[in-house]
């Protein structure tokens, strides 16, 4: 489903070429949960944004759902993107001028997809804020951002969704609840996870984790339940 | 297709969002500003226009010693122009003993088409506008012509065979000449009574001349038609070349209200683009967004076209209502002053400013928008993620292309729009050059000063790249309003000057010297102040630097016509106050040596004459030799007697010569007017006053448009200081909420916005006021031949004006932000 190999990663700055990124290789299967763990500055959100085609790895090669992404260009991978990927945010990320319902409808609108208003109101109710949907992002808490950003990542039924510290901006009661929710809706629509996180419980839950230290894989370990 | 879908589908929540107000309201402004412009120049320059055909009586003026050829009628009522036909010859005409020299010219119904002919029942008497020609066996006579004659209205005059009744005392014709070459006072008649008097005969020197008016492309195709026939003796006029002062006032009104048009364009232009830009930079997070979730980036430019163009569109659709308000209103308020018999607008001011505002749009959000196809998608991750900047060139190309098509359209004057352009561009450029180096200064020095001025200071110094457009934004909104506040305070001075209270409304010519003295002593009578007699000798050349004028190929028609006819020739120690020497040197005052000529300096051009070279005269049979010593410019909107030609003192000593006065006669004054022309029947009084109020019908006109447009183009530079404002406005709200809620005071962060926009607002006022005055300097005296007036009043009150404008929008703008409970802020999105 997700490969990575030889995944390297370097940029140029002031003070000179840095590597982030060193030769990182895995592959992660259909319906698998993935948590990647590593300190602060480890290349975690550098790793996740590559596996998710926003970016271009400096060499080695990332394949998603069958297609190569380091062959296509950037509006080839917005193709895959579009029909293959999720994404949740640490800052949410919601569009400040639409209201709640209108942010979930953004992704099934890019897909033209039939009764985006419909289905959009659909998820909005699984995630529990049906009261709210005609709430605009700054009326709305963290955990509710949260949950709409959720309710737009699984809104086109994704084959593979990249959650990038879902839970940092949000207490451990609220970040509780998002997790749980986001599995919940993973394994109903059995699509694959590739959780970034810091913590190692959240880890725990995953079927898989890998470490990053200093953009080197360290580990690579299946959680036995 | 289905980002255009997607377009349309989601302009409606940007419209509610209230984020894109600052777009919407940018165009609809410039589309109001462009419609009012572009009516009022319609209007005023149309009824300006009319006015200075009066000159013509006719919009074009055909002029032939040979009789018109039928043709030329047929063509006019082909294109269903209004046409009349005047006759015109020197003829000595008799009442009872006296006789005198007159211009005869018979007229046809119909005279004349532009303008109104005046007569008044007496000599001096009141007088009223006359709707019709003298009828059939009645003349109108010059009252010069009566004097001479010792007429009144009502007695016979014989005009070759024929006997015709003095109807009316003929006061004023539109076409009259203000020169002294048709020294004859004007008898007219009517065409009809003209073969009876038998004397347009073979070998007659009559002048025949076509009038024409009518709608203006009528007029047009008319000429278009007949042009390639036309014999080369027949003299064309349109107001274009007809050198009046009257004309010379709308030529000048015309030109400022197509540098009005052309300013409140370039003004919209930078509202736009400012407006763009923060369109482009506010959606950045949202395409970024939209791509991470698939988008491609052509579904992210078409989606950002289309509701750019759907924006455009409703702005655009606001903005033409106001216009159109505003020209119902205007309509209304200018109703007398415009005259009324002019087809109606329509809507085209208001098609054209709609067209104008899109092409802007266009033009100017297309680098914008270019930037936004490529925002990076790593930004949903890495917010200071940004695309690489769009190419100046493209920039530059774009935005200038669009202007350049606008402007070409708007206006023909090329001087006008390469001095306007080119001067914009340099001075955003030396604006864009500061802008970056007061980044530079400001980002080194900021300790030792309190939180405000540093908060203020560090925000110009951090937003580099976006302070030194503003400073652009804010410096050439400041140079176009101020450069139209100098030139439009030239040119209201400039006729101010001509609308002298004194202005002279009186000229005596034909005075001999033995007759100063006993008219000067008649207006001492009459408590009138003594005039200057400006002496005037008549001669032909004949030689210039010993060729025949004859044999010489001149530049121009006007120079070979000049040379071939008598000259009036005058000669002075001192050079007059309304001359100015533009090459060579005018002489000492004692100057007692070889004969010099002091040369107008377009008949010099006309006649080819350069400095140095030696000119033969005839006069009264005796030659005499001049050497050209200078060049002239002056200054026919001061109705003071000028000459082409002016000599050196002792040069005419000896020669012949009448002299000429000019002088102010109140209303209540003219009575001496009629005595002078009783005492000295030789004597002409030519009265200037109809001119004079036509001329001050124009100015008047000119003022209120040029006033009037002023202020419009003012709101549209108003909004541009707006528009660059509101760029910033997003980042200022979140900034001032930290400072906030950090526990700075809202004062005190009040006052680092007001130090900031102070700091810009200097810089760019500064800039303006020097790039102003320059190019004000170059289109008053290049473009409109208005001297320079360098104020620095004006410049420290532009100056000022100008800081307290950017600051003042930058309060009004800032202060929601500020006001703004900073929780609300920091909670979104
Ligand atoms: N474009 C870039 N230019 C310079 N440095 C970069 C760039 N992108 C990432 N880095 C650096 O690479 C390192 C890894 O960044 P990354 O955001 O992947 O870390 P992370 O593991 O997600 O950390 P955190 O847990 O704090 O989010 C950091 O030191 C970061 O500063
Ligand atoms: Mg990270």
Known sequence: MLAANNVSKQVISPEGGLTILSEVSFEIDYGESVAIVGASGAGKSTLLALLAGLDLPTSGSIQLDGNVLTDLDEDGRARVRAASVGFVFQSFHLVPSLNALENVMLPLELGAAENARKKAADIISQVGLSERGRHYPAQLSGGEKQRVAIARAFATEP??????????????????????????????????????????????????????????????EKVRR | MKAIVYAIRTIGRELRSGEVLVLLSAVALAVAALTAVGFLTDRIGKAVARQANEVLAADLRLRSPEPLPAEWLEAAERFELETAETQNFPSVVFAGDESSLANVKAVSAGYPLRGKVRTANRLFGDQQEANDIPPAGSVWADGALMARLNASVGDTISVGESDLRIDAVLTYRPDQSIGFASLAPTVLLNLNDLPATNLVKEGSRVGYALLVAGRESDVDDFYADVEDDLPESVRVRNREDSSESAANASARAQKFLSLTAVISLLLSAVAIAMSARRFAHRRMDTVALMKSLG????????????????????????????????????????????????????????????????????????????????????????????????????????????????????????????????????????????????????GRSRGGVGIAWRYGLANVARRGRASAVQVVAFGLGLTVLLLLTFVRTDLLKGWQQTLDENAPNSFLINIQAHERDPIAEIFARNEIGAPDFVPMVRGRMTTIDGDDVKDIEFPTEDGKWMANREANLTWAAKLS?????????????????????????????????????????????????????????????????????????????????????????????????????????????????????????????????????????????????????????????????????????????????????????????FLAAAGASILAWLISTRVFELEYSFSPLLWSLGLGGGILLVCLSGYVAARGAINAPPADVLRAA
């Open chain 2, 295 to 442: 988008a491609s980036q052509q579904f992210v430019i078409t989606a950002a076209t289309v509701q750019l163009l759907l924006l455009g569109i409703v702005g655009v659709c606001v903005g033409s209502l106001i216009g159109f308000a505003a020209e119902k209103i205007l309509t209304s308020m200018l109703a007398d002053l415009i005259a009324n018999d002019l087809p109606p607008p329509g809507l085209q001011p208001v098609f054209l400013a709609a067209g104008s505002a899109l092409i802007l749009l266009i033009g100017f959000a297309m680098p914008s928008l270019i930037q936004l196809r490529n925002a990076p998608p790593l930004r949903v991750l890495r917010h200071d993620e940004m695309p690489p900047a769009p190419s100046r060139l493209l920039v530059a190309g774009t935005s200038l292309l669009a202007v350049a098509a606008m402007l070409y359209s708007a206006i023909g004057d090329a001087r006008l729009l390469l001095y306007v352009l080119g001067g914009m561009l340099g001075v955003s450029i030396v604006l864009y050059a500061t802008g970056r180096l007061l980044v530079a200064l400001l």
């Open chain 2, 577 to 765: 106050e309304t001359n100015d020497i533009v090459s060579g040197d005018w002489w000492p005052e004692d100057y007692q040596g070889d004969p010099l000529v002091s040369i107008e300096e377009e008949a010099a051009a006309d006649l080819g004459v350069e400095l140095g070279q030696k000119l033969t005269f005839t006069i009264a049979g005796q030659e005499i030799q001049l050497t050209v010593a200078s060049f002239r410019e002056v200054n026919w909107d001061s109705f003071k007697p000028n000459f082409f030609m002016v000599l050196s003192p002792g040069a005419l000593d000896g020669f012949p010569a009448t002299f000429v006065a000019s002088l102010k006669v109140q209303a209540e004054e003219r009575g001496a007017l009629l005595e002078i022309a009783r005492a000295h029947p030789s004597v002409s009084v030519i009265d200037l006053e109809s001119i004079l109020q036509q001329v001050k019908g124009i100015i008047e006109k000119a003022t209120l448009a040029v006033q009037a447009v002023f202020i419009f183009t003012l709101a549209a530079g108003i909004a541009v200081l707006f528009a660059a404002v509101q760029s910033t406005i997003d980042e200022r709200r979140f900034e001032s909420a930290m400072l906030r809620a950090l526990g700075v005071q809202r004062g005190t962060v009040l006052f680092g916005v007001l130090t900031e926009f102070a700091a810009l607002g200097l810089v760019a006022g």
């Open chain 1, 159 to 220: 084959a593979v969704l990249f959650a990038d510290e879902p839970t940092g901006n949000l207490d451990s009661k609220t970040g509780e609840n998002i997790m749980q929710l986001m599995f919940d809706l993973n394994r109903n629509s059995s699509a694959t996870l590739v959780l970034v996180t810091h913590d190692q419980s959240l880890a725990g839950r995953c079927d898989r984790i890998l470490s990053l230290d200093a953009g080197a894989l360290v580990s690579d």
